[in-house]
């Protein structure tokens, strides 16, 4: 496995994320904590969760399997960077009591508490806000997350799903301030079909010094030779890949991508992994295995090496917007 620094932070961390968010839906506990327990073996050192994971009447059951597989010892949280997230509704039922969601002082100092039990530690190593609350200054957010790094509860915070402007409002705001090191990371939707984040997000995120943990590296499967498993009766596309394949054009796109990785006798699920890898600015990606078979996949874009000839290859059939401003401004 290979390291590096989250964002400006003198954390080590794998450049592989082990997501999470199947464990409880589709992964059963003992699979889940199998599928841990082989991520650390193979050098993951760093698990994103977040505290409706689970979700409905489930919400809090995926960092409940992780605070179990905690309990079992083996250095296993101590080897671990430990990332999970605040802002959704946890109510079961789907009804929201006043100041129970959301990025309140009030919420966050409750949220941090329940995610702490259910995870089965002492500790929150970084601590993501899921989304932006319109309603919340960051005078209130940083206050909050002042108090809970002075009790040790949280070691560094970061976004998710934030737009450019309001990580330069948030770290701006957190310099003013003083001793608030601010935002440290953005975990956003970016990967080679969606490269929306090009545009603000990452240059905003490089320019204050935030490691971006890209979410969807696969787009829902429409990377990870989506057409080829359909022709051969595998599992089919749904959710967003499903939605994009929908379109004629957008479906030659894809199926020019696995004919250029046919030619290089690459799979398209590593080379998505590994693409992602090369971008400036990114910490890496977070991969979501149901299973170990797509664990081992997923470690094996590490080490891959991408060609210019192939990168050239890959950005003609997934160009990007261009740098910015220039590419919407001239």
Same mark, same amino acid.
């Given at each position: ?223 990870? #030779? ?5 022709? +051969?009766? =595998?599992?089919? !596309? %749904?959710?967003?890949? $499903?939605?994009? &394949? ?37 910490? #890496? ?5 149901? +299973?170990? =078979?797509?664990? !081992? %996949?997923?470690?094996? $874009?590490?080490? &891959? ?26």
């Amino acid at each position: 496995m290979k390291y590096t620094q989250l964002g400006r932070t003198g954390l080590k961390v794998s450049r592989l994320v082990l997501g999470t968010m199947n464990f409880g839906p589709q992964t059963d506990e003992a699979d889940s904590h199998a599928i841990m327990d082989a991520a650390l073996d193979a050098g993951i050192n760093f698990f994103d969760t977040a505290n409706v994971y689970g979700w409905g009447e489930n919400k809090g059951r995926t960092e409940e399997i992780i605070g179990n597989w905690f309990a079992q010892g083996g250095d296993r949280r101590d080897r671990t960077v430990l990332a999970t997230k605040v802002y959704g509704n946890m109510g079961a039922d789907g009804e929201v009591w006043p100041n129970h969601d959301k990025l309140s002082a009030v919420n966050i100092r409750r949220a941090v508490d329940a995610s702490l039990k259910r995870l089965k530690t002492d500790r929150i190593d970084l601590y993501q806000f899921h989304h932006v609350d319109r309603n919340t200054p960051f005078e209130e957010i940083w206050q909050a997350v002042d108090v809970l790094v002075q009790q040790g509860k949280i070691l560094y915070a970061g976004s998710s799903n934030f737009p450019g402007y309001k990580i330069a409002q948030a770290n701006e705001l957190a310099a003013r301030r003083g001793g608030t090191i601010g935002l440290v990371s953005e975990q956003c939707l970016y990967n080679l079909a969606e490269r929306r984040a090009e545009m603000e997000v990452i240059p905003a995120a490089q320019e204050y010094g935030l490691g971006v943990i890209p979410w969807s590296p696969l787009h829902g499967g429409l990377l990870g #030779g989506v057409l080829k498993k359909e022709a +051969t009766g =595998g599992r089919r !596309a %749904s959710g967003r890949a $499903a939605d994009t &394949l929908a379109d004629p054009a957008a479906r030659a796109r894809v199926q020019a991508y696995e004919d250029l990785l046919d030619k290089h006798g690459l799979e398209p699920g590593e080379t998505a992994l590994a693409w992602l890898l090369t971008r400036p600015g990114v910490t #890496g990606p977070i991969v979501g295995p149901r +299973t170990a =078979g797509q664990l !081992a %996949s997923a470690l094996r $874009a590490v080490e &891959l090496e991408l060609s210019g000839e192939l990168l050239a290859g890959l950005d003609e059939i997934f160009p990007g917007p261009g740098p910015s401003p220039e590419a919407f401004a001239w």
